[in-house]
């Protein structure tokens, strides 16, 4: 492959917010304002306390179409905020909530499969890197929905990256490069270095590392998404480890280019649902000592493929 030129990688960007020849159906329920021109955009007119059939449909094309939605005002009881993520799959448990050690937060008093992010206070936040939620599984999430119990007065935003958009963008020669590569992900550098050695080992044989594709076909509309993160990827497959750290290096630095972007301010009881197949996400860390308290669950989809 050439070397890549900052040019290539940093110049004007043009991206599609759904693939050529997808076109979203007309929302009837939903009334939708863009945050950016690819990525985000919040929802208002919608209970999701109550979501009937026809609503979930429309819900799930505007995420299909603008991978990341935002919802103000949403009283949800936890039953209502499981059934946001398990239009096509399971509650996924995430196997580390429950040691303390590894999270923080007592997750007793939480829905099965929530997991409750408390910070500020006592531990600061620590998902202030680019991710897809638990691409350590073999099956990770498909769909997130986050709401916000407690938040600061400013602060604690979150942001999203577009992932098919920085896919789209990369250079013709890299993306012929990297369309067949399989990747390894596996949470033993990242979460397990909050476990004791003891607790490592004894989780390490029900969660192996696992391999997914460097870019995966998005399971709904079929778009290329490129599918590696900062927090979970550890090689890609094939490579030597020089040239596997170097693609890496650049591929992961794709979701902190602007333009594929978009930022939430939270305030309580805003939702986000977002489509962990198509973008990473990024808790910002700028909010301790004051305390925010987020629950988030997670439903699984198909394995990631080409
Ligand atoms: C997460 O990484 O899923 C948490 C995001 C957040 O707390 O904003």
């Known amino acids: 492959m050439a070397k890549v030129l900052a040019r290539d990688l940093y110049g004007p960007k043009v991206a599609a917010r759904v693939p050529a020849g997808w076109q979203a159906p007309e929302y009837r329920r939903l009334s939708l304002e863009p945050l950016t021109p690819t990525i985000g955009a ?15 449909d429309e819900l799930h094309w505007a995420l299909t179409e603008w991978k990341v939605l935002f919802f103000r005002d949403q009283q949800l009881d936890r039953e209502a905020h499981a059934a946001l993520v398990t239009r096509d799959g399971e509650v996924i448990d995430h196997p ?5 050690e590894v999270y923080g937060a007592d997750q007793s008093d939480t829905a099965p499969g929530a997991m409750r ?23 990770p999430p ?27 963008c990369l250079p013709e020669d890299v993306c012929e ?97 977002w489509d962990n197949r198509a973008c990473q996400h990024y808790a910002v860390s700028d909010y301790a000592p004051q305390r925010r308290v987020m629950e988030r669950i997670s439903g699984d989809g198909p394995p990631p493929s080409h």
Not at 117 to 139: P, Y
Not at 207 to 214: G, K, M
Request: charged share 25%.
């Open 96 to 100: 580390f909530a429950k040691h303390t």
């Open 142 to 168: 498909m769909v997130t929905a986050l709401r916000a119990l407690e938040v600061p007065p400013v602060g604690g935003d979150t942001l999203w990256a577009d992932m098919a958009a920085a896919h789209d």
């Open 177 to 273: 490069r990297i369309a067949d590569l399989w990747a390894e992900h596996d949470w033993y550098d990242n979460y397990g270095r909050s476990m004791s050695p003891e607790l490592r080992e004894a989780v390490r044989p029900e969660f192996p590392a696992v391999r997914h594709p460097v870019v995966a076909r998005h399971p709904v509309t079929g778009r290329r998404v490129l599918f590696v993160t900062r927090a979970f990827t550890q090689r890609i497959i094939g490579l030597s480890e020089t040239e596997s750290d170097d693609l890496l290096e650049m591929l992961w630095a794709q979701a902190d280019r602007s333009e594929y972007q978009c930022r939430f301010r939270w305030q309580p009881d805003s939702v986000a649902i």
């Open 117 to 139: 992010f408390v910070k500020g206070e006592k531990s600061v936040g620590i998902e202030n890197f680019w991710h897809h939620d638990m691409t350590f599984l073999a099956r």
């Open 42 to 56: 919040e929802v208002s007119g919608v209970d999701l306390g109550h979501v009937d059939d026809e609503l979930a």
